[in-house]
């Protein structure tokens, strides 16, 4: 079955330094991931739609220059929280569309959970 | 724009009872997806069903049901016989079309979620 993984599954860092996460497609490749963040017993809310090869769309409200995406491969995306804060703190969950659109399927990663202190 | 509402917050049950998880959805699309998941405490989503706005069949799936009806936007989950392990956070979500066949679907807008608690 398609696996798709993060790294880390948890981080805790302080006020101001910056985090990347790793959103991976294990045995497939995903021509679009999409990133969401959860807050505590809150929905998920999309942030952005990462495509390989180009720059990602932003949801509304979702500060492109504070949540930098990349997708450099068919395979890898990562999210990086810049000069995070406390109300960043949150689970971000990436998610992978198969590349063949024949194949609709997208698959969740595990999550990883943010603590800004 | 997309809307899905989970209208119930929390639902308690004693094991074995039978339990139906609402969920009412808005879209202007003619072709969208529709899914349920399940979050347990450990966080990582489950995938429980996918159905697209073509299909209004019903299904089942052990204890697992769901009822579609596009009449009334609706497409509701009801575990028969609830086990304690179906605690858990529901979460329904719509997802349009991305192509002119509706055979791709993209982006999901997820529900509030609706929170289980299965009691022995």
């Known amino acids: 079955g398609a696996v798709v993984s993060q790294h880390p599954s948890w981080v805790i860092c302080k006020s101001g330094t910056s985090v990347k996460i790793e959103c991976r497609s294990l045995d497939f490749q995903a021509t679009t991931m999409f990133w969401y963040r959860q807050f505590p017993k809150q929905s998920l809310m999309l942030m952005a739609t990462s495509n390989e090869g180009s720059k990602a769309t932003y949801e509304q409200g979702v500060e492109k220059d504070k949540f930098l995406i990349n997708h450099a491969s068919l395979t890898l995306s990562t999210l990086t929280v810049t000069s995070a804060h406390p109300e960043d703190s949150s689970f971000y969950i990436c998610?992978?569309?198969?590349?063949?659109?024949?194949?609709?399927?997208?698959?969740f990663g595990p999550g990883t959970r943010l603590t800004v202190l | 724009a997309q809307k899905v509402t989970q209208a119930q917050t929390e639902i308690s049950v004693v094991e074995k009872e039978d339990v139906t998880l609402d969920c009412v959805y808005e879209t202007r699309d003619t072709t969208y997806y529709l899914f349920w998941y399940k979050q347990p405490p450990s966080g990582e989503l489950v995938f429980l069903i996918r159905r697209n706005s073509f299909d209004e069949q019903n299904e089942i799936s052990g204890r697992y049901s769901w009822n579609f009806q596009k009449s009334t936007s609706s497409f509701n989950f009801t575990i028969t016989a609830s086990q304690v392990v179906d605690s858990a956070v529901y979460f329904c979500a719509l997802s349009e079309a991305q192509n002119a066949g509706g055979t791709s679907y993209g982006k999901l807008t997820f529900g509030q979620g609706t929170i289980l608690t299965v009691h022995p």
């Open positions: 998610s992978a569309k198969h590349y063949r659109e024949a194949y609709n399927e997208q698959f």
